[in-house]
């Protein structure tokens, strides 16, 4: 390291290939440097980082309140490994770790602060999914249809009535009833999750109301049910259409007078609980086909979300793809940027009858078998490839090569000369770019002699 | 019109943060023009509660620093104009505000306004004839490290002759050119003196090209005659190359 241009050119370079983000800021808190892992994680570029106030640019939970790096500035003291969330340039909130240290000149004078950071939104990913931990800010939707859901959540959570979610498999009923856990009054409680398709009859009073010893053969103790375990919480029953009617009077009785009475006992318990419940099935048909009690229905019938299937929601699908994709990197340690436009077009056609989580399972077949950065059309599950609806190209591949190559030229040389040999009039007249034009050309010699 | 602004305050400023701001200062313009502020406390509240307090103020606009989607598309649609990324004062804000000169940042998706698409193999093959045809050598790619550079041009600088080297990304591989040209930005560092994005120009792609100074290149350009080889203009480059500004001085017009 010879001069000091030099060493500014050489600790850039050691700069830009570190995968931490490393900003500096001056004694102001003006950012003065800010490597490429920086504009990775906050999605903003350097030029527009360099001479804004960290705070203009982070927009962190600590920004207002106990800054790390205003710490660092004023008692010189370094900071290590400090969890920290921002807002990254699409609003999405990325959770990082930080650290800070004081920058000072040959002569100890405080010149500034630098800040290294780590983006943490992998392992975050990775505990919501383990510990199922998701949140209302958790459900990705751009739909006016879930918007109008949104609205009336917090005071649908607020309220403590029964919840009724009504949508297709895969719609996202667990994440709603998460949702309205999490933002309800009980939220420090347990939240407990009943799947009434898979209880067998003669275990569902066991299993929920629980049990006094003797009560049965291999009754040897007590043994409290999953009602017990929500008192104070939330019982969330999903798949309520599947349960048999011997057993929905059962939760009618603990719907109506909020207690039940475990096996073997002859006195009723009392249990404070928020019930929700959710359904693939349209429960009112249901009842007209005398499959599910009426005074059930309406005693869940409180507070109802429909959720839209996707194809009803289609202008998810983007959003839905990128979540997906960034999931498939954390879970696989790839680095998938996007799918192709041609990718896009097939997803937003399909029909998605597995909704959300079908969706998932297809970007998650990708992963498999892409080696590269983008997904392409290839990659696609085969019945996908084959089922996608035919976009204008791919009707046109299906023609005949020779007799299409003929059409196609012919359609060429007419919009040629319907437009007086004006190329970009004649693409457009043809639906096709200048660009593409300017192959056709080429391919079929028009013009060249 | 009359009509109702929150701004979440830090001290003066617009605060960086509208989940965690502890302060929302509530502006009621009246049809005359005249401004009433009330300043609201909104600490120990959540996201959602924020929510409701702007609605419960029945608040038309909300100006912020940071704010998360979710928010933000809540509040949109709920009829509330978001503008977010705002700094500054309140009072600056505020203002620029109701002269018009706060825009609402465009949405960095779209899946319906993509721009024309070309297919990728033609662009490339335009792209790697138009620089052959000014004089460029151009090969492909091969490192896969370096996706989604599709293609290397290189040239002698015409007026001091030594060798610049040029990535080019034809953009047509991924469905979100903003991902695509950060992507670019990622992998073409210093061994590069140029990086080119060929797409058809869109806001999205001249914003993000700009943002990351990348050249975007229109492949429905002219290209004239001052830009032919044998002249002292690099030719199709239009973005001067730092240390061979004088390659990009422009010719006199015949």
Same mark, same amino acid.
């Given at each position: 390291?010879?001069? =000091? ?68 500035? @004023? ?23 930080? =650290? ?143 349960? !048999? ?22 006195? !009723? ?179 060249? =002699? | ?74 509040? =949109? ?101 903003? @991902? ?75």
């Amino acid at each position: 390291m010879g001069n =000091s241009l030099d060493d500014d050119r050489f600790f850039k370079v050691i700069l830009s290939s570190i995968a931490d983000g490393v900003f500096t800021v001056d004694s102001q808190r003006i950012i003065t440097s800010f490597n490429s892992a920086a504009e990775k994680i906050t999605g903003i570029p350097a030029s527009q980082a360099i001479g804004k106030r960290c705070y203009e640019v982070f927009h962190a939970d600590i920004c207002e309140q106990g800054c790390l790096l205003e710490k660092t500035l @004023q008692t010189g003291k370094e900071s290590i490994d400090q969890p920290v969330s921002i807002v990254n340039s699409e609003g999405e909130s990325i959770p990082i770790s930080i =650290s800070t240290s004081v920058l000072r000149d040959a002569d100890g004078q405080v010149l500034g602060a630098v800040e290294t950071f780590r983006d943490l939104s992998t392992i975050e990913q990775l505990r919501k999914e383990l510990f199922k931990n998701y949140s209302f800010e958790d459900i990705i939707s751009k739909s006016p249809r879930i918007h109008k859901l949104f609205a009336i959540l917090p005071d649908g959570a607020a309220s403590d009535s029964t919840v009724l979610i009504q949508g297709p498999s895969g719609s996202g009923k667990e994440l709603f009833a998460r949702a309205i856990h999490n933002l309800s009054s009980r939220r420090t409680n347990n939240y407990v999750v009943i799947n009434c398709g898979t209880l067998p009859v003669q275990l569902f009073e066991s299993e929920l109301f629980g049990y006094k010893a003797g009560a049965f053969t291999d009754a040897k103790k007590d043994k409290s049910g999953k009602i017990a375990r929500a008192d104070g919480g939330t019982v969330f029953c999903d798949e309520i259409g599947e349960l !048999p009617l011997s057993t929905q009077v059962k939760l009618l009785r603990l719907l109506q007078q909020r207690e039940y009475e475990p096996l073997g006992s002859t006195s !009723p318990v009392s249990v404070d609980i928020r019930v929700v419940v959710a359904t693939n099935r349209n429960l009112k048909d249901l009842v007209a086909a005398g499959k599910f009690r009426d005074d059930l229905y309406f005693r869940i019938d409180v507070v109802r979300f429909d959720l839209p299937a996707l194809k009803e929601r289609r202008e998810d699908v983007p959003y839905l793809v990128d979540h997906f994709i960034k999931l498939n990197n954390a879970r696989r340690a790839k680095n998938i940027v996007s799918v192709s436009p041609e990718v896009m077009d097939i997803l937003m056609r399909h029909e998605f009858a597995g909704n959300v989580r079908e969706l998932e399972n297809i970007i998650e077949y990708c992963f498999v078998v892409c080696h590269g950065n983008v997904i392409g059309r290839e990659h696609l599950p085969a019945e996908i490839q084959e089922t996608a609806l035919p976009s204008d190209d791919s009707t046109e591949r299906r023609i005949d090569p020779l007799s299409a190559a003929i059409d196609e030229r012919s359609r060429i040389e007419v919009a040629l000369k319907e437009h007086q040999g004006n190329k970009t009039r004649a693409a457009r007249a043809l639906g096709i770019d200048r660009t593409t034009l300017w192959r056709r050309l080429k391919r079929y010699g028009i013009g060249q =002699s | 019109m009359a009509m109702t602004v929150a701004i979440p305050r830090f001290n003066d400023l617009v605060a960086p943060r509208f989940e965690v701001a502890r302060y929302f200062v509530i502006a009621r313009i009246d049809a005359a023009g005249k401004i009433e502020r009330e300043t609201v406390q909104c600490s120990g509240c959540v996201g959602l509660g924020r929510v409701q307090l702007l609605i419960d103020q029945r608040v038309d606009a909300l100006i912020c620093g940071g704010i998360r989607r979710v928010y933000r598309d809540l509040l =949109s649609s709920r009829g509330i104009d978001v503008i977010d990324h705002a700094v500054g004062t309140v009072d600056t804000a505020l203002d620029a505000y109701l002269r018009n000169d706060l825009q609402k940042e465009e949405e960095s998706v779209s899946c319906l306004d993509q721009g024309p698409r070309i297919p990728l193999e033609d662009l490339i093959c335009w792209t790697k004839e138009l620089f052959t045809e000014h004089g460029y050598a151009v090969h492909d790619a091969a490192d896969r490290a370096l996706f989604p550079v599709d293609l290397v041009a290189e040239i002698k600088c015409p007026v001091c002759n030594k060798p610049l080297r040029i990535a080019i990304c034809c953009g047509a591989h991924a469905y979100r050119c903003d @991902q695509e040209i950060q992507q670019l930005h990622q992998v073409a560092g210093p061994d590069f003196h140029a990086r080119v994005y060929v797409h058809p120009t869109t806001a999205q792609a001249q914003r993000c090209c700009l943002d990351y100074d990348i050249e975007l290149l229109d492949p429905n350009r002219r290209f004239t005659a001052c830009e032919r080889p044998g002249s002292h203009r690099l030719p199709i480059l239009q973005n001067a190359i730092p240390g061979h500004e004088r390659a990009f001085a422009r010719a006199p017009e015949r």
